[in-house]
């Protein structure tokens, strides 16, 4: 039982401090998304093709998280894009207070969006506020039509859902439609792209997509 009570604090404090963040990001019209998905589903290859898209348009930075090494942010300073590691040591999740730590190495005035990617989860994730407007799911479609029924509290707290591999389809297990349907019977609201990072399809509607909601949710 004591568990369940060290937790809660645990959340408790971590939604607090994701309430300061938020407050950064407000007062600097920063829009921040935060990128979730299990590993594999291909999350730094989606923000390498965004970022390509997007930077063009609008001034974009990253926070990086990942379990042990820098590789993902490797990739991301090759596109001349600001971007800050978080390597969590083992920890599953990002959590506020390294968000907190992390913007103290950007510079956010005149920074429109930030992309956090989280650490490869589909589980702690959801349950840790970052600060963020939105969070971002990906599902690929290498893990099957299953992942929103076994994980929903991910898919229930996210706003988009982006599948993955979708150039994939004929060589998985992964029956399309049910993947949606099981997403959409946990979260009628996600809004649903489907992706290739290696055809390109259905990238520049997701940026399209990502930059309305900016403007929609950034009153400067
Ligand atoms: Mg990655
Ligand atoms: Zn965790």
Redo the contacts with the bound molecule.
Sequence with gaps: MSIITVERKVLEKNDELAAKNRTVFEAHGLFVINLVSSPGSGKTSILEQTLCHLKKRMRVAVIEGDVQTDFDAQRIAKLDVPVVQIVTNG???LDAKLIQDALVNLTLDGMDLLIIEN?G?L???AN?DLGEHMKVVVASTTEGDDKPLKYPAMFRNASALLINKIDLLPYVRCTLAELKGNALKINPNLKVFETSCTTGQGIEEWCAWLEQQRTNLIHP
């Design positions: 920890g599953c999740h650490v989860n589980v702690c994730p840790y």
